[in-house]
Protein backbone atom coordinates (compact mmCIF):
# COMPACT_ATOMS: atom_id res chain seq x y z
CA UNK A 1 0.00 0.00 0.00
CA UNK A 2 1.10 3.90 -0.24
CA UNK A 3 0.64 4.24 3.30
CA UNK A 4 1.27 2.87 7.10
CA UNK A 5 -1.58 0.39 7.67
CA UNK A 6 -2.54 -0.92 11.11
CA UNK A 7 -5.40 -3.46 12.18
CA UNK A 8 -7.49 -3.39 13.87
CA UNK A 9 -8.55 0.44 13.98
CA UNK A 10 -10.12 -0.31 16.89
CA UNK A 11 -9.83 -3.20 19.46
CA UNK A 12 -12.24 -3.99 22.78
CA UNK A 13 -10.86 -6.82 24.76
CA UNK A 14 -11.67 -7.59 28.48
CA UNK A 15 -9.06 -7.12 31.21
CA UNK A 16 -7.11 -10.44 31.32
CA UNK A 17 -6.93 -11.32 27.68
CA UNK A 18 -4.26 -10.97 25.36
CA UNK A 19 -4.30 -8.77 22.78
CA UNK A 20 -2.53 -8.90 19.08
CA UNK A 21 -1.40 -5.32 17.03
CA UNK A 22 -0.53 -5.61 13.21
CA UNK A 23 1.27 -2.77 11.46
CA UNK A 24 2.28 -2.98 7.43
CA UNK A 25 4.64 -0.42 7.38
CA UNK A 26 5.47 1.36 3.66
CA UNK A 27 7.87 -0.74 1.44
CA UNK A 28 11.59 -0.18 1.77
CA UNK A 29 11.24 1.21 5.26
CA UNK A 30 14.18 -0.47 7.00
CA UNK A 31 12.75 1.85 10.34
CA UNK A 32 9.75 0.56 12.41
CA UNK A 33 8.63 1.97 15.49
CA UNK A 34 5.50 1.63 18.03
CA UNK A 35 4.11 4.26 20.30
CA UNK A 36 1.31 4.52 22.97
CA UNK A 37 -0.63 7.45 23.00
CA UNK A 38 -3.44 8.13 26.02
CA UNK A 39 -6.04 10.28 25.87
CA UNK A 40 -5.11 13.95 25.30
CA UNK A 41 -1.14 13.26 25.65
CA UNK A 42 1.79 13.04 23.11
CA UNK A 43 3.94 9.86 22.09
CA UNK A 44 5.07 7.71 24.23
CA UNK A 45 8.21 5.58 22.46
CA UNK A 46 7.71 1.85 22.56
CA UNK A 47 10.07 -0.09 20.60
CA UNK A 48 12.23 0.48 17.70
CA UNK A 49 13.47 -1.75 14.59
CA UNK A 50 15.60 -0.68 12.26
CA UNK A 51 16.81 -2.88 9.80
CA UNK A 52 18.70 -6.59 10.69
CA UNK A 53 20.12 -4.81 14.04
CA UNK A 54 18.35 -5.76 17.18
CA UNK A 55 15.40 -3.58 18.47
CA UNK A 56 15.45 -1.38 20.61
CA UNK A 57 13.06 -2.12 23.61
CA UNK A 58 13.93 0.09 26.05
CA UNK A 59 10.43 2.29 26.24
CA UNK A 60 8.37 -1.20 27.07
CA UNK A 61 6.65 -0.32 29.74
CA UNK A 62 6.73 -3.47 31.09
CA UNK A 63 7.27 -7.58 30.52
CA UNK A 64 3.80 -8.30 29.49
CA UNK A 65 4.41 -6.13 25.96
CA UNK A 66 6.39 -7.58 23.31
CA UNK A 67 7.07 -7.10 19.37
CA UNK A 68 8.19 -8.62 16.25
CA UNK A 69 8.93 -7.97 13.05
CA UNK A 70 9.21 -10.15 10.16
CA UNK A 71 12.37 -9.54 8.27
CA UNK A 72 11.89 -5.47 6.68
CA UNK A 73 8.24 -6.52 6.49
CA UNK A 74 4.99 -6.71 8.95
CA UNK A 75 5.55 -6.27 12.83
CA UNK A 76 2.78 -7.02 15.35
CA UNK A 77 2.41 -5.39 19.04
CA UNK A 78 1.60 -8.20 21.83
CA UNK A 79 0.34 -7.15 25.34
CA UNK A 80 -0.56 -9.91 27.04
CA UNK A 81 -2.70 -9.74 30.56
CA UNK A 82 -4.51 -6.51 29.06
CA UNK A 83 -4.80 -4.20 32.46
CA UNK A 84 -7.14 -1.38 31.89
CA UNK A 85 -4.32 1.08 32.09
CA UNK A 86 -2.99 -0.17 28.74
CA UNK A 87 -6.07 1.44 27.19
CA UNK A 88 -4.58 3.97 24.71
CA UNK A 89 -4.28 4.54 20.99
CA UNK A 90 -1.24 2.21 19.87
CA UNK A 91 0.68 4.09 16.91
CA UNK A 92 3.39 2.58 14.64
CA UNK A 93 5.54 4.49 12.26
CA UNK A 94 7.64 3.68 9.28
CA UNK A 95 10.54 5.55 7.88
CA UNK A 96 13.76 5.28 5.70
CA UNK A 97 17.46 5.18 7.28
CA UNK A 98 19.12 8.33 8.36
CA UNK A 99 19.08 11.23 10.65
CA UNK A 100 16.74 13.53 8.97
CA UNK A 101 14.57 10.54 7.58
CA UNK A 102 10.64 11.67 8.44
CA UNK A 103 8.35 8.65 10.19
CA UNK A 104 4.89 8.18 8.28
CA UNK A 105 2.27 6.86 10.69
CA UNK A 106 -0.89 4.88 10.34
CA UNK A 107 -4.19 5.97 11.80
CA UNK A 108 -2.70 4.16 14.97
CA UNK A 109 -5.55 1.24 17.12
CA UNK A 110 -7.87 2.30 19.75
CA UNK A 111 -7.36 -0.21 22.48
CA UNK A 112 -10.00 -0.45 24.99
CA UNK A 113 -9.79 -2.60 27.96
CA UNK A 114 -12.92 -3.03 29.82
CA UNK B 1 16.00 8.64 26.43
CA UNK B 2 16.34 12.06 25.47
CA UNK B 3 13.94 14.37 27.17
CA UNK B 4 11.48 16.95 24.74
CA UNK B 5 9.80 20.06 27.01
CA UNK B 6 7.38 21.61 24.53
CA UNK B 7 5.59 24.54 26.46
CA UNK B 8 2.78 26.16 25.80
CA UNK B 9 0.92 22.92 26.99
CA UNK B 10 -2.13 24.59 24.98
CA UNK B 11 -2.88 27.93 23.41
CA UNK B 12 -6.20 29.29 22.45
CA UNK B 13 -5.66 31.86 19.71
CA UNK B 14 -7.79 34.10 17.35
CA UNK B 15 -7.71 34.21 13.86
CA UNK B 16 -5.07 36.16 12.25
CA UNK B 17 -2.77 35.88 15.56
CA UNK B 18 0.64 34.93 15.67
CA UNK B 19 2.10 32.39 17.93
CA UNK B 20 5.29 30.80 18.87
CA UNK B 21 5.49 27.29 20.52
CA UNK B 22 8.82 26.05 22.13
CA UNK B 23 10.38 22.38 22.00
CA UNK B 24 13.48 22.77 24.68
CA UNK B 25 16.01 19.58 25.78
CA UNK B 26 19.10 19.61 27.60
CA UNK B 27 20.73 17.63 25.43
CA UNK B 28 21.81 17.51 22.08
CA UNK B 29 19.86 16.37 18.80
CA UNK B 30 21.35 15.13 16.14
CA UNK B 31 18.06 16.35 14.04
CA UNK B 32 14.75 17.40 15.35
CA UNK B 33 11.67 17.37 13.46
CA UNK B 34 8.33 18.79 13.77
CA UNK B 35 5.14 17.20 13.12
CA UNK B 36 1.27 18.10 13.64
CA UNK B 37 -1.38 15.47 14.37
CA UNK B 38 -5.37 16.07 13.99
CA UNK B 39 -7.85 14.34 16.16
CA UNK B 40 -7.98 10.22 14.60
CA UNK B 41 -5.06 10.73 12.87
CA UNK B 42 -1.48 10.04 13.01
CA UNK B 43 1.00 12.36 12.93
CA UNK B 44 2.21 14.04 10.08
CA UNK B 45 5.67 15.68 9.34
CA UNK B 46 6.14 19.01 8.56
CA UNK B 47 9.52 19.64 8.91
CA UNK B 48 13.31 18.25 9.40
CA UNK B 49 15.85 20.68 10.87
CA UNK B 50 19.52 18.98 11.11
CA UNK B 51 21.73 22.03 11.50
CA UNK B 52 22.49 24.40 14.45
CA UNK B 53 21.22 28.01 13.83
CA UNK B 54 19.13 26.61 10.77
CA UNK B 55 16.02 28.25 9.78
CA UNK B 56 13.40 26.75 7.49
CA UNK B 57 9.76 28.17 6.11
CA UNK B 58 6.91 26.51 4.98
CA UNK B 59 4.46 28.84 3.97
CA UNK B 60 3.26 30.64 7.03
CA UNK B 61 4.89 28.37 9.51
CA UNK B 62 8.44 29.27 10.32
CA UNK B 63 11.06 26.88 12.36
CA UNK B 64 14.40 27.33 13.63
CA UNK B 65 16.85 24.70 15.44
CA UNK B 66 18.86 26.75 18.40
CA UNK B 67 22.72 27.09 17.55
CA UNK B 68 23.44 24.21 20.06
CA UNK B 69 21.23 22.20 18.68
CA UNK B 70 19.31 21.65 21.90
CA UNK B 71 16.00 23.44 21.65
CA UNK B 72 13.69 24.48 18.61
CA UNK B 73 10.81 26.89 17.72
CA UNK B 74 7.98 27.07 15.66
CA UNK B 75 6.09 30.42 14.69
CA UNK B 76 2.93 30.39 13.10
CA UNK B 77 2.14 33.75 11.36
CA UNK B 78 -1.95 34.77 11.13
CA UNK B 79 -2.95 31.44 12.17
CA UNK B 80 -6.07 30.01 10.18
CA UNK B 81 -8.76 27.91 12.10
CA UNK B 82 -6.73 25.26 9.75
CA UNK B 83 -3.60 25.54 11.95
CA UNK B 84 -5.87 23.48 14.98
CA UNK B 85 -4.36 20.67 15.99
CA UNK B 86 -1.43 19.20 17.88
CA UNK B 87 2.14 19.94 17.71
CA UNK B 88 4.68 17.61 18.42
CA UNK B 89 8.43 18.13 18.46
CA UNK B 90 10.95 15.04 18.14
CA UNK B 91 14.53 14.53 17.90
CA UNK B 92 17.02 11.83 17.28
CA UNK B 93 21.01 12.12 19.14
CA UNK B 94 22.50 9.96 16.50
CA UNK B 95 21.00 8.26 12.97
CA UNK B 96 20.62 4.50 14.46
CA UNK B 97 18.27 5.66 17.67
CA UNK B 98 14.75 6.04 18.14
CA UNK B 99 12.71 9.16 17.34
CA UNK B 100 11.23 10.42 20.50
CA UNK B 101 8.59 12.94 20.94
CA UNK B 102 7.67 15.59 23.23
CA UNK B 103 4.37 15.81 24.78
CA UNK B 104 3.10 18.20 22.23
CA UNK B 105 1.70 21.72 22.11
CA UNK B 106 -2.53 22.00 21.60
CA UNK B 107 -3.52 24.91 19.54
CA UNK B 108 -6.83 25.62 18.76
CA UNK B 109 -7.37 28.62 16.33
CA UNK B 110 -10.71 30.46 16.73
CA UNK B 111 -12.31 32.08 13.49
Known amino acids: GAGVSQSPSNKVTEKGKDVELRCDPISGHTALYWYRQRLGQGLEFLIY????????KSGLPSDRFSAERTGESVSTLTIQRTQQEDSAVYLC????????????FGQGTRLTVV | TQLLEQSPQFLSIQEGENLTVYCNSS?????LQWYRQEPGEGPVLLVT?????EVKKLKRLTFQFGDARKDSSLHITAAQPGDTGLYLCAGRNSGNTPLVFGKGTRLSVIA
Open chain 2, 27 to 31: SVFSS
Open chain 2, 49 to 53: VVTGG
Open chain 1, 49 to 56: FQGNSAPD
Open chain 1, 93 to 104: ASSLEGQSMGAF
